[in-house]
């Protein structure tokens, strides 16, 4: 719980950052693609998942450079191939903040993030809840479109520091999703 406590600080605190930063271009954006894992372990079992969905929305600043800092909120889900309707899907809030590299007509941009996932496992007949620390690695390619637009994709690993757990039901949740999305410029 004390982790979870100092890591959704560390959110909270990159997210005010990127409320009250001077001369920052403010911007919001969104996305959507896939979520991929091969296998992902459910009360001491491996299980193969089938290819899932994910969608997020965030707020930000470019600041400091080359610098984007921001407040994201996602969604992911996949199911598991062998036992449908099984699932597991995950809420989170997380503060992030990745590095632009300047090359011609795009950016390319790598960071990472922290917060908390709010995972859930379902069955039909039950469905298990648990909050964990999380965090993701971020890396993309952004081509704008005039002063205002820009287009991106980009690879997320998303994971939790510890697997979710609920009356004493343990299962792994971690992804590769792979996005497309829109930024909108507001300065």
């Not at 890591?7 to 930063?21: F, W």
């Not at 992911?76 to 007509?105: I, K, Q, W």
């Not at 795009?106 to 965090?135: C, I, K, Q």
């Not at 993701?136 to 690879?155: C, H, K, M, N, T």
Request: with cysteine; charged share 20%.
């Amino acid at each position: 719980m004390k982790k979870l406590l100092g890591l959704a600080s560390v959110a909270a605190l990159i997210a005010g950052m990127t409320i009250t930063t001077a001369r920052a271009d403010m911007y919001v954006e969104g996305s959507a693609g896939i979520t991929t894992q091969d296998e992902l372990d459910w009360d001491g079992f491996g299980y193969d998942m089938d290819d899932g969905w994910n969608a997020s929305f965030a707020i930000g600043h470019s600041m400091w450079g080359n610098w984007d800092v921001e407040a994201e909120f996602s969604y992911d889900e996949m199911e598991y191939s062998c036992c449908n309707p099984n699932n597991t899907h995950e809420y989170r809030l997380m503060g992030n903040a990745t590095y632009n590299f300047s090359v011609g007509g795009f950016t390319p941009y790598v960071g990472g993030g922290v917060g908390a996932a709010f995972v859930t496992y379902e069955n039909s007949a039950s469905e298990s809840e648990a909050t964990v620390a999380a965090y993701q690695l971020i890396g993309g390619v952004r081509v704008p479109l005039g002063d205002a637009w820009s287009l991106f994709g980009e690879y997320r690993y998303q994971g939790t520091f510890e697997d979710p757990e609920d009356n004493g039901l343990e299962w792994e949740h971690n992804g590769h999703n792979w996005a497309f999305g829109a930024r909108l410029n507001l300065n």
